[in-house]
């Protein structure tokens, strides 16, 4: 029997292995060389942030988080996982101010240090916030009833919509 939730955990499945790419670019970060490959490393993490992640995050605090607290019956039931998302979101300005002030080819230590504490930063938070997601799906396939989750899922995908297109993101 297929889950209610089972099109969340899709779109789960399909952004989690890019996570890694936060990862690959906090590894790649060496002090005194910013190479194009270094950076092109860096920019594919932050286009994941921006054009992936954070739709999809304020997609969840608009129609997602609201249906949870519902069935949960507590209006916080989700107060840290909205907490996740503005730590995401501001990391992900600061790696792109970060971005837009180095050199093409040098970066001072403390440009490299920032660097890999956001990268890393950020692959820790959202391993562990997709943890946390999870869970949630699992109590909402136990509480919530097909009309609810078509509602939800159709709110969903009108938010993601509509914060991609204030992003300036195309496709998706």
Partial sequence: MKSMTEPLRAEL???????????IAGESIHVHLFSPSIREQ?????????HEF????RAEDLALYPVVQKVMGAKEATATMSR?????DRLTVELGDLLTKLDRAAITDEQAN???RILFGLYALVKVHFAKEEEIYLLLDAR?????A???????ERAAQEVKSKLGVRGG
């Fill in 13 to 23: 499945k399909e952004l989690y292995p890019h996570v890694e790419s936060l990862r």
């Fill in 42 to 50: 860096v920019e594919i993490a932050y286009k994941f942030l921006t």
């Fill in 54 to 57: 954070i739709p999809h995050a």
């Fill in 84 to 88: 996740d998302h503005g730590e995401v």
């Fill in 114 to 116: 920032s660097m890999r």
């Fill in 144 to 148: 919530l009833t097909e009309p609810e």
């Fill in 150 to 156: 078509a509602a939800m899922f159709e709110a969903m």
